[in-house]
């Protein structure tokens, strides 16, 4: 699907417009979104608007790093929309030239809708619309930035439940789980940070300077960005420590366990020594022709194994 708007030059809207009434004086610029189009609709983006071959093929061959690069024309923008539900990314492409923006994305993108309908209910009074596409390429990136932190927060929340249960749950079971929170930081860290790397670009950028208040636009988005950057850095570091701690922990578990291994066969290699020497059925062995034989070599055996014991307790061997 294609849709048309047009701002014009008194800051009126108007929507559902066709690709033909852009070219019309009346407008001070245009936005055409590409919202899952067919493959007739995506050679517009050549035939039409005469696009460079690279960047078209960036539409088509998802999923790119975020990035800008620079035309002589216009701008071509990278842009990641993330599902909160399931970290799942979606492309968005923008072509900002100076009088028309073009948005391009194989599926529906919830904050793009969001920005065009707001952008259809502004009045005169909301004067920041008409600066042209770039001011729109802004709403429509700070609305996805903003979409990121639910993302960050569900998984700090997780990250602190974890900390909370460490010593209610198996070892194994939270060593998993800790390892599937990092992928999934990991994750958003590959959208993150290379968005927070190219407003970065735009910033120092001279494309727009001079302007003021697109520019202070951009570096809050840019500060949101290095927020959320830091949390998801913060919230590795946090992972990386429980996993060290879980696997001291179940090396301090596996040591308590070889020690009482340890203990109980020390106790019974003397044990078994006696028993095997008595078990070896020799014809000239005098105890066993005794009569309190067996009970005397029973009664050693409870004694040096109580003494054992008794030993290993002063020894600390126990605790």
Sequence with gaps: MIRVMGITHDHRVDAGISLEDIQDAKYLWSWIDFSEPTEEESCLLDTGFHFHPLAIEDCLHVLQRPKIDYYEEYEFLVLHALDPDTLATAEVNLFIGSNYMVSFHQRPITEIDAVWEGLQHRTQSHKSWTRGPFVAAYFIIDALVDQYFPCVYALEDELDELENRGSKESVELLMNQVFELRSRLLKLR??????????????????????????????????????????????????????????????????????????????????????????????????????????????????????????????????
């Design 190 to 319: 590959r959208t993150i940070v290379p968005m927070r790397d190219m407003l970065y670009r735009i910033l120092n950028s001279q494309h727009i300077q001079g302007e003021k208040e697109p520019r202070a636009h951009f570096a809050d988005v840019y500060d949101h960005l290095l927020k959320l950057s830091e949390m998801i850095e913060s919230d590795r570091e946090m992972t990386a420590d429980l996993r060290d701690s879980y696997i001291s922990l179940n090396s301090n578990r596996m040591n308590g366990i070889m020690k009482t291994l340890t203990v109980i066969t020390t106790v019974f290699m003397p044990l078994t020594l006696i028993a095997g020497i008595y078990g070896m059925n020799f014809v000239n062995m005098p105890e066993l022709g005794w009569k309190y034989g067996y009970f005397a070599v029973l009664g050693g055996m409870l004694v040096l194994t109580v003494w054992m014991i008794l030993a290993f307790l002063r020894r600390g061997w126990f605790k």
